[in-house]
């Protein structure tokens, strides 16, 4: 487990680019896990530059999106298919083929699910998994009580997690889905690599629960703990509520300074 430590997001969204972009240069058909929220807009939109701007080429690379709402079309202005063609899909050269979102209007959502965990297995498992981190600690939607073994499944959101998406259904909480399609901590944890960005003090208590407090099915993303090699990548804000921020810090430049020089 590595923290690193930053003073906005904008940095952290550049470390992140790094590491994807080091990762697909040396695996071209690097199998990306990926998020939504406003947290990996910023890496998404660096990495569409790069893309642009310096060829980092994403043809052979394999994606896997890590939720979806139930109950509203993939045309809506708040499905993540939608957030994923506008941020990030629409800008690169990923084949259409290559792009695994949870589909939301199938028959049978728990046929899906195990097929999805199938897809996952059989493009070899997932090299680097961006994560976010929602206010009472969780990852994908895998809410405070989700099983450490969990795998690909419906959910349904917590009161907090409906209240915290109202703000992109024009503040209208009984417009925002119950439940969704998720992967389970079990399936995130497989991830030879996580990366999980976080920004802004209102994540500060469950970073600091994630990153130093007990392991336990209250906080998912306390997991992570356990996971051989996750990157926190955070800002100033949103580690502040950490007793060792010192440490990770200096912890960081020496890595930097010894282990992996510019």
């Known amino acids: 487990m590595e923290v690193i430590i930053q003073q906005n997001s904008q940095q952290l969204s550049v470390i992140a680019a790094k590491i994807i972009r080091d990762a697909i240069r040396a695996k071209p058909d690097l199998v990306l896990g990926l998020a939504t929220g ?8 660096l990495l569409v530059q ?26 809506h202005p708040q499905s993540y298919h939608t957030f994923m063609a506008k941020h ?10 290559n792009q695994f979102i949870p589909q ?20 070899g498992g997932i090299d680097i998994q961006v994560l976010g981190i929602g206010k009472d600690g969780h990852i994908g939607f895998n809410e405070p009580g989700s099983s450490f073994a969990s795998r690909t499944r419906m959910a349904t959101l917590s009161k907090s997690t409906l209240e915290a998406n109202a703000v992109h259904f024009k503040d209208d909480i009984n417009a925002v ?16 690599q996580c990366l999980l960005l976080a920004s802004g003090s209102a994540k500060k208590d469950a970073i600091a629960k994630t990153i130093e407090g007990p392991i336990g099915a209250m906080v998912p993303a306390s997991a992570l703990q356990m996971h051989p090699k996750t990157v926190f990548l955070i800002d100033e804000a949103a580690a502040s509520g950490l007793s060792e921020i010192d440490y990770y810090k200096r912890a960081y430049n020496n890595k930097i300074k010894y282990i992996q020089p510019e």
């Open 104 to 123: 939301n209007i199938v028959d049978n959502h728990v046929v899906f699910c195990q097929e999805y965990e199938d897809s996952i297995r059989s493009s």
């Open 88 to 97: 990030f899909f629409d800008h690169v050269n990923i084949p259409k083929k």
């Open 177 to 192: 889905p119950e439940m969704a399609i998720t992967m389970g901590i079990g399936t995130i944890m497989e991830a030879k």
């Open 38 to 45: 406003s947290t990996p807009i910023g890496l998404y939109k």
């Open 50 to 75: 790069m893309h642009q701007e310096k060829d980092l080429d994403f043809s052979r690379v394999v994606t896997f999106n890590l939720d979806e709402y139930i109950g509203i079309p993939q045309d």
